[in-house]
């Protein structure tokens, strides 16, 4: 797993660059998280640019562990306003696509989960 390309998923989703986001997700790309798991590159970018509760939102990456086969990016997930909505941390596969992400996160704020 490539850094860069942990680092351009963040960028890309907090811009909202959903084209940028296919292009470094595999076609079978699953995110694993607390609340759910999305199966597929095109549930995973429907979800991020239609369903999700926070759009607004900036990932702050705090540190990068680089493994033989996966890379853990351990960060702040905050709102428009700069407060903080959880602390988190996401173990990414693959090459130099992303393959899958399992996120771990500290309780989720309740804005998150409203709808």
């Given amino acids: 797993m490539h850094e860069d390309a942990a680092r351009a998923f963040y ?14 997700l595999t076609p079978e790309f699953v995110h694993d998280r607390p609340d759910q798991t999305l199966r597929g590159r095109e549930a995973f970018i ?5 369903e999700r509760p926070l759009t607004e939102t900036r990932h702050d990456i ?3 562990y680089v493994g033989e086969s ?20 996401d173990i990414h596969e693959g090459g ?15 804005r998150l989960t409203e709808q």
């Fill in 96 to 110: 130099e696509r992303i393959s899958a992400i399992t996120t771990y996160t500290t309780q989720v704020a309740s």
């Fill in 62 to 64: 705090e540190a990068v």
């Fill in 70 to 89: 996966e890379l853990a990016v351990r960060g702040t997930l905050r709102d428009a306003d700069d407060e903080r909505l959880l602390k988190f941390v």
């Fill in 11 to 24: 960028a890309a989703v907090d811009e909202g660059a959903y084209d940028q986001l296919e292009e470094l």
């Fill in 46 to 50: 429907s979800f991020m640019r239609d």
